[in-house]
């Protein structure tokens, strides 16, 4: 998706409407300043402790949550033990996994804080500390006299600004995240702790129990949890892993309900959800739906299937690219469930009707005109500039589907990118990133096999090679077709880690230089890049720039008619609540829970639904200790609940009305996830979570994790774990 698409514009604090704490609690993701305002609303939902706690970052239960950088997590011990999904953790799971020691198939438990293994080498915790206004700061010197790309550049420099002095703080990580398409912008600060170790994750017929098959889908039985644990050197400052680091100490931690929650209950989750999509205009939408979506889902069935015939039959192979396949199939499926969803709820419908009403409001009034008219038609006309674009885009980027050459080609610019200062450098690209692509480099050596990649890079190009010619790179095809594929995999060292690492820092003449065919490669294109790199940046400002406008005029519009405006998700942290509902469908009903009877039912032993052995003998047996539900009578698993969620939202703690952990979000129904682009709707859209009870009864009664659930103070039911290997 271009640009303006990924990097949607967002709903500040600030902008909250004074009608909000009317709006729906099954609606909205809620930053941490606007709880306030929604106390009265979120009270009468069931919400017990003090509405204007959920508002400070340093305080009981928000100073608990933590990011993953693309999964949201908590704390739940004073040891620095955090909590997320099972598929959060995929990826430290299948680094540390080989087909003789197969964590991902059998799980993973450390008996001691010795035993905890480093996670995968990119795996970080943020804990959010600082959210302040810089609207004014990212706004000096732009003005409407500047072209696109000039545009950019300001901001941009005006954001290096502003993340180089919050990062004169130690092991601090900031950025600038911005909201209504400019109209404001908000910097955030994080401890950023580089020490992460795996700590604890099922076996993969609980953490994935129902697999593909089950997944967007309810009734789920699935365990999606695992455990991280934070470490920091002694002095209590972040580095990265050390024999002698401790582990960190968090401001707080959650506290485990003792009872879980019921149907009708309130429930709140917290996190980090990455994006969302409800404030584009009607042509964007069309775009997206009648075009973008269709290729992409296409292209990345296609490279599931590629993934999966690659590596069969080679057990290895299947554990070194299973994170690589599951998201592509997780995401494949969500986009199934977008195109089907706009149709049945007649968003392109809904979308012009809402539309129109604003734009109507717009030209009924001479001064709004004015204001906002202008920014209106510029943005119609950046719509059809970019769609056009992104969709050359996704072909286009196919060619990182060969991991070394995607690996090199960040080598290549990393080494141009320091003939400059650091100041002028391109995101990512500073020195503040050079550990972040360190770790990217060192992954591969766990999750790279030239046979499959070569596989994989064949199929992108005969892809790729759809392109009409005047939108394929030609440098980049002469090259390949000089050098072939056979010497390209064959010939070069850059699979060799030492090798690898050996480039990070060489000057870019020496690439010039190089005979490596996949570093001449890198080269052939880097010019192509650069052209088109240039041009998305002129894009992105001219967008900016009607789109902060027009988002303003929205902003007065709903203010106007006296319907609240949330923000869209952007990846900051945000709040959503809701009730422990089921759902009515045509011919259906869907209760609230899921229980360990029908994951006994689903069980097969083979494939996706194979269980442990343990956990089938213990649910045979009707052995749930105190974790059974009392209105079911039984164990539950999951629960669906009206809370709006989103990708990033996964691992985010599930809270009570006390505030107390109750869960674990991991999913929602494929029916709702089209709520990306539009409100939630009662009769479609549940989020799914893991009941915090069956992941406890797993722990205890499963994996003899009794070391665990006393750090988490939690008694054992089960002796065999309550005293045994716990760390004094």
Same mark, same amino acid.
């Given at each position: *998706?271009?640009?303006?698409?990924?990097?949607?514009?967002?709903?500040?604090?600030?902008?909250?409407?004074?009608?909000?704490?009317?709006?729906?609690?099954?609606?909205?993701?809620?930053?941490?300043?606007? &709880?306030?305002?929604?106390?009265?609303? *979120?009270?009468?939902?069931?919400?017990?402790?003090?509405?204007?706690?959920?508002?400070?970052?340093?305080?009981?239960?928000?100073?608990?949550?933590?990011?993953?950088?693309?999964? /949201?997590?908590?704390?739940?011990?004073?040891?620095?033990?955090?909590?997320?999904?099972?598929?959060?953790?995929?990826?430290?799971?299948?680094?540390?996994?080989?087909?003789?020691?197969?964590?991902?198939?059998?799980?993973?438990?450390?008996?001691?804080?010795?035993?905890?293994?480093?996670?995968?080498?990119?795996?970080?915790?943020?804990?959010?500390?600082?959210?302040?206004?810089?609207?004014?700061?990212?706004?000096?010197?732009?003005?409407?006299?500047?072209?696109?790309?000039?545009?950019?550049?300001?901001?941009?420099?005006?954001?290096?600004?502003?993340?180089?002095?919050?990062?004169?703080?130690?092991? #601090?990580?900031?950025?600038?995240?911005?909201?209504?398409?400019?109209?404001?912008?908000?910097?955030?600060?994080?401890?950023?702790?580089?020490?992460?170790?795996?700590?604890?994750?099922?076996?993969?017929?609980?953490?994935?129990?129902?697999?593909?098959?089950?997944?967007? *889908?309810?009734?789920?039985?699935?365990?999606?949890?695992?455990?991280?644990?934070?470490?920091?050197?002694?002095?209590?400052?972040?580095?990265?892993?050390?024999? $002698?680091?401790?582990?960190?100490?968090p401001k707080s931690w959650l506290r485990i309900a003792s009872e879980g929650v019921q149907e009708g209950d309130f429930v709140m989750v917290a996190g980090f959800p990455g994006a969302t999509y409800r404030f584009l205009t009607a042509g964007e939408m069309e775009f997206n739906f009648a075009h973008y979506e269709p290729l992409q889902?296409?292209?990345?069935?296609?490279?599931?299937?590629?993934?999966?015939?690659?590596?069969?039959?080679?057990?290895?192979?299947?554990?070194?690219?299973?994170?690589?396949?599951?998201?592509?199939?997780?995401?494949?499926?969500?986009?199934?469930?977008?195109?089907?969803?706009?149709?049945?709820?007649?968003?392109?419908?809904?979308?012009?009707?809402?539309?129109?009403?604003?734009?109507?409001?717009?030209?009924? $009034?001479?001064?709004?005109?004015? #204001?906002?008219?202008?920014?209106?038609?510029?943005?119609?006309?950046?719509?059809?500039?970019?769609?056009?674009?992104?969709?050359?885009?996704?072909?286009?980027?196919?060619?990182? /589907?060969?991991? *070394?050459?995607?690996?090199?080609?960040?080598?290549?610019?990393? !080494?141009? +990118?320091?003939?400059?200062?650091?100041?002028?450098?391109?995101?990512?690209?500073?020195?503040?990133?050079?550990?972040?692509?360190? $770790?990217?480099?060192?992954?591969? +050596? #766990?999750?790279?096999?030239?046979?499959?990649?070569?596989?994989?890079?064949?199929?992108?190009?005969?892809?790729?090679?759809?392109?009409?010619?005047?939108?394929?790179? &030609?440098?980049?095809?002469?090259?390949?077709?000089?050098?072939?594929?056979?010497?390209?995999?064959?010939?070069?060292?850059?699979?060799?880690?030492?090798?690898?690492?050996?480039?990070?820092?060489?000057?870019?003449?020496?690439?010039?230089?190089?005979?490596?065919?996949?570093?001449?490669?890198?080269?052939?294109?880097?010019?192509?890049?650069?052209?088109?790199?240039? !041009?998305?940046?002129?894009?992105?400002?001219?967008?900016?720039?009607?789109?902060?406008?027009?988002?303003?005029?929205?902003?007065?519009?709903?203010?106007?008619?006296?319907?609240?405006?949330?923000? $869209?998700?952007?990846?900051?942290?945000?709040?959503?609540?809701?009730?422990?509902?089921?759902?009515?469908?045509?011919?259906?009903?869907?209760?609230?829970?899921?229980?360990?009877?029908?994951?006994?039912?689903?069980?097969?032993?083979?494939?996706?639904?194979?269980?442990?052995?343990?956990?089938?003998a213990a649910i045979r047996a009707k052995d749930y200790g105190p974790y059974v539900a009392p209105a079911q009578g039984t164990l539950p698993v999951d629960f669906i609940s009206t809370v709006d969620i989103t990708n990033g939202n996964s691992g985010s703690a599930t809270l009570n009305g006390r505030g107390e952990f109750v869960g674990?979000?991991?999913?929602?129904?494929?029916?709702?996830?089209?709520?990306?682009?539009?409100?939630?709707?009662?009769?479609?859209?549940?989020?799914?979570?893991?009941?915090?009870?069956?992941?406890?009864?797993?722990?205890?009664?499963?994996?003899?994790?009794?070391?665990?659930?006393?750090?988490?103070?939690? #008694?054992?039911? /089960?002796?065999?774990?309550?005293?045994?290997?716990?760390?004094?």
């Open positions: *998706m271009n640009s303006s698409m990924k990097y949607l514009a967002q709903a500040s604090a600030a902008a909250l409407l004074s009608t909000a704490a009317a709006a729906s609690a099954n609606e909205g993701m809620w930053m941490p300043g606007q &709880t306030a305002e929604l106390g009265a609303a *979120m009270r009468a939902d069931g919400l017990q402790i003090d509405p204007a706690q959920l508002s400070r970052l340093d305080a009981y239960p928000l100073s608990a949550i933590v990011s993953l950088d693309g999964c /949201s997590a908590s704390f739940v011990s004073p040891q620095g033990l955090v909590a997320t999904n099972h598929h959060c953790v995929l990826g430290s799971i299948q680094y540390n996994s080989t087909e003789s020691q197969d964590y991902l198939t059998n799980g993973f438990l450390a008996k001691s804080l010795d035993e905890e293994l480093p996670a995968a080498p990119d795996s970080r915790i943020y804990v959010i500390e600082d959210m302040r206004d810089v609207t004014a700061d990212m706004l000096k010197g732009v003005s409407d006299k500047l072209n696109g790309f000039a545009r950019y550049e300001r901001l941009e420099a005006n954001r290096k600004a502003l993340i180089a002095v919050c990062e004169e703080q130690p092991n #601090r990580r900031c950025g600038v995240r911005f909201y209504y398409g400019g109209a404001s912008y908000y910097l955030e600060q994080k401890l950023e702790i580089e020490d992460v170790r795996l700590v604890y994750a099922p076996a993969l017929g609980i953490g994935n129990f129902g697999g593909e098959t089950d997944n967007w *889908m309810w009734p789920r039985h699935t365990g999606d949890f695992g455990f991280y644990r934070a470490y920091v050197a002694p002095d209590g400052s972040s580095r990265p892993y050390a024999r $002698d680091n401790v582990p960190y100490r889902q296409h292209l990345l069935s296609n490279y599931a299937s590629q993934i999966t015939q690659a590596t069969a039959g080679n057990r290895d192979a299947q554990i070194g690219y299973a994170p690589l396949l599951q998201g592509v199939e997780n995401y494949e499926k969500k986009l199934a469930g977008d195109l089907a969803g706009v149709d049945a709820i007649g968003l392109s419908a809904r979308k012009a009707t809402e539309e129109k009403a604003y734009r109507d409001w717009v030209a009924d $009034d001479p001064a709004r005109q004015a #204001r906002y008219g202008a920014a209106i038609r510029e943005l119609d006309a950046m719509v059809a500039e970019n769609s056009q674009v992104s969709f050359e885009g996704l072909r286009q980027g196919l060619l990182d /589907s060969a991991q *070394m050459l995607s690996s090199t080609r960040t080598l290549y610019r990393w !080494a141009k +990118e320091h003939e400059k200062p650091d100041d002028d450098r391109e995101r990512g690209f500073q020195d503040r990133d050079r550990n972040a692509i360190a $770790d990217r480099l060192k992954q591969l +050596e #766990r999750r790279y096999l030239s046979d499959v990649d070569r596989k994989l890079f064949e199929a992108a190009l005969e892809e790729y090679r759809r392109l009409d010619a005047k939108d394929r790179d &030609t440098a980049f095809e002469t090259a390949l077709e000089q050098i072939g594929l056979d010497r390209l995999y064959g010939d070069t060292k850059l699979d060799d880690t030492a090798t690898r690492f050996g480039w990070l820092d060489k000057p870019a003449a020496a690439f010039e230089a190089s005979d490596d065919p996949f570093i001449r490669l890198a080269v052939a294109l880097y010019p192509g890049d650069i052209a088109a790199e240039r !041009a998305e940046k002129d894009r992105v400002g001219r967008t900016q720039a009607a789109r902060a406008t027009y988002m303003r005029g929205l902003l007065a519009y709903r203010q106007a008619v006296g319907r609240p405006m949330y923000p $869209d998700a952007n990846g900051s942290l945000r709040l959503t609540w809701g009730k422990v509902t089921g759902q009515t469908r045509d011919g259906q009903i869907w209760t609230p829970f899921t229980t360990a009877e029908g994951l006994l039912a689903k069980h097969t032993g083979k494939g996706e639904f194979d269980a442990p052995v343990a956990a089938i674990l979000a991991f999913d929602g129904v494929l029916e709702g996830v089209i709520s990306d682009w539009a409100a939630p709707i009662a009769d479609r859209t549940r989020s799914i979570h893991v009941d915090s009870r069956f992941i406890l009864w797993t722990m205890d009664k499963i994996d003899d994790a009794g070391r665990l659930l006393k750090e988490m103070g939690v #008694r054992p039911a /089960s002796r065999s774990g309550a005293d045994r290997n716990v760390d004094k």
